[in-house]
């Protein structure tokens, strides 16, 4: 693969470029924003004529289909450590997608999922690189299967007949290696193979444009070093979400705090360079879940978490700021196929006067175990290709693994423990003091002791947690202390908002104008809002408007 973590000025025609160059710094709602901080002439370090930012699925799409259109191609990379097996949350994605048998179908789904929001030509140009989904699979050497039985997540939608889910996966190793990192492990020396250029460490800050408002170009960091790139045809902004930006997740999520699982990187960065320039947001508060995890203190002041649970023992609930139990733990509704949107189950809002601030009732929220769960394994399983342990430490990723016992996690804290309940709820408020619980002891031991004898009856009238699940008792009493708690929330991979885009993935600003020569592609900004409603909907995305992306950025006259 032809990566380095800079590059050198020879390796890319440089030059300079006649007056009315800008780097725009409007905010959002002013309306089209105009070029401001002109200046007489830029001296490039870099030129290529289609600019793509961001080495993930869709990034790397994008860059095949402008390569293959015959544009020259330079994909820059805000990750520092060079990877094999690619970058962003599609490294550690299954590889599930959905190609479309059905056009107008899958319109009538999308648009119900978008309850009429969005622009029909929008969903159709969705809908109709659907069909040829798996043709360019083929054509690019990428081994898929069909998945029977899954597909649209909501079968009573309209048109679900129309979306048919496929698995991309390893041919040689399809349970050991993620079906996104064979993916990129793949198309990456594609892209490189073909002439095209990926640059590590560079970090995009600001849109360039010229007097005429149409985009040339990016400024960047290359660590402290400012670099000025050329595109001569467009910019590509496959530069992913915000899930690393703690701000951003209270300011536009639908609940509030959700651990990032995926890629730390994502901190909003493109997001906020479209702001500068004018540009209109949609989706901003749809997420691709994950169930839920466990978020490590700060590593590298990035926001971590892993997901997994095993739970070794099911002598365990889940209980919230008002020490209850909130929803049914059973591990396939928590973490199973409808894991994708689980955060919903999160969102509520205590509306009684027990509230001390403004945090959700149900996020954070505790397990609360006995020492059955504690002997019986560890809690989290290593796992070196999912989710954030797919990610170098130097990014942001795990420098540490979860113990075989559990014993570390205890001794650092993150695992509470105590000899009984009530002592167990005070531990867990003073975990939690600027988080809103508000637990008693009693409160606590009374839902453990209602829990308790719902096991004993085989039955939870409470959420119908299944008293046997996957042919092994479910319904399993607390009732040998020591008891524990651990801190959890509901996590995600992606956010799914960004820039608002049109049928040919132009960004638009806040009138509904084309910003020229600048385009979005994947989980920045994707097509469907609401919530995920499809098996593989970041895949869609990635080689849906992936593609539609890339060939239209090379279709592009050169400036």
Request: net charge neutral; proline share 5%.
């Amino acid at each position: 693969m032809d990566m380095k973590q800079g590059i050198s000025r020879r390796s890319f025609v440089v030059g300079t470029v006649g007056a009315g160059i800008a780097s725009a710094g409007l905010l959002a709602g002013c309306g089209s924003a105009s070029p401001t901080n002109s200046t007489t002439s830029i001296k490039w370090d870099m030129e290529t004529e289609v600019l793509v930012v961001g080495a993930g699925g869709a990034g790397i799409t994008a860059a095949t289909a402008a390569l293959d259109a015959g544009s020259q191609v330079l994909v820059i990379e805000k990750a520092s450590v060079e990877s094999k097996t690619g970058y962003g949350c599609t490294r550690s994605s299954g590889g599930n997608g959905c190609m479309i048998s059905d056009v107008d179908a899958a319109v009538k789904y999308l648009n119900a999922q978008n309850l009429g929001f969005i622009d029909e030509a929008i969903e159709r140009a969705w809908a109709t690189a659907g069909t040829t989904m798996t043709k360019w699979l083929t054509d690019h050497k990428i081994n898929f299967t069909l998945q029977k039985g899954y597909g649209p997540d909501f079968p009573n939608f309209p048109g679900a007949s129309g979306l048919q889910a496929i698995q991309i996966a390893d041919p040689v190793n399809p349970t050991t290696v993620r079906g996104g990192a064979y993916y990129l492990s793949t198309m990456i020396p594609y892209v490189t193979g073909k002439g095209g250029k990926l640059v590590t460490n560079t970090r995009a800050t600001d849109i360039v444009r010229d007097a005429s408002g149409a985009v040339i170009g990016i400024n960047a960091l290359q660590g402290d070093k400012k670099v000025a790139i050329h595109a001569k045809k467009a910019v590509i902004l496959a530069c992913g979400g915000f899930e690393g930006n703690a701000q951003m997740l209270f300011e536009y999520g639908r609940i509030y705090p959700m651990a990032g699982l995926a890629w730390p990187l994502n901190t909003g960065d493109g997001i906020k360079m479209c702001q500068a320039i004018g540009a209109d947001l949609w989706h901003m508060n749809n997420v691709c879940s994950q169930g839920y995890g466990f978020q490590y203190p700060k590593i590298f002041e990035l926001r971590t978490g892993i997901n997994g649970a095993g739970w070794p023992a099911m002598s365990y609930v889940f209980i919230n700021k008002l020490g209850n139990r909130f929803l049914c733990e059973n591990p396939n509704k928590a973490g199973g196929p409808l894991g994708h949107r689980s955060y919903l189950d999160y969102d509520a809002w205590d509306t009684s006067n027990q509230q001390v601030n403004g945090a959700f009732r149900d996020t954070p929220f505790y397990s609360v175990f006995d020492s059955k769960v504690i002997a019986a394994g560890p809690i989290f399983k290593p796992s070196a290709n999912s989710g954030i342990r797919a990610v170098d430490p130097a990014d942001g990723g795990l420098s540490q693994e979860w113990s075989t016992d559990n014993a570390a996690e205890i001794t650092a804290g993150y695992i509470l423990k105590a000899d009984t309940l009530e002592d167990l709820a005070k531990k867990i408020n003073a975990n939690s003091a600027n988080e809103g619980f508000v637990m008693t002891g009693a409160a606590l031991a009374n839902t453990i002791a209602t829990y308790n004898r719902n096991c004993a009856a085989g039955n939870d009238p409470q959420f119908g947690r299944p008293a046997v699940d996957a042919g092994k008792p479910n319904l399993v009493p607390l009732d040998k202390p020591p008891y524990y708690a651990l801190r959890l929330m509901p996590s995600l991979y992606n956010t799914l908002g960004g820039p608002r885009k049109n049928a040919k993935s132009q960004i638009l600003d806040t009138k509904g104008t084309v910003i020229p020569r600048l385009y979005a592609t994947g989980a920045f900004g994707e097509s469907a809002g609401q919530t995920y409603t499809i098996y593989g909907q970041n895949w869609s995305e990635i080689l849906n408007f992936g593609r539609i992306s890339g060939e239209a950025a090379a279709a592009e006259k050169a400036l």
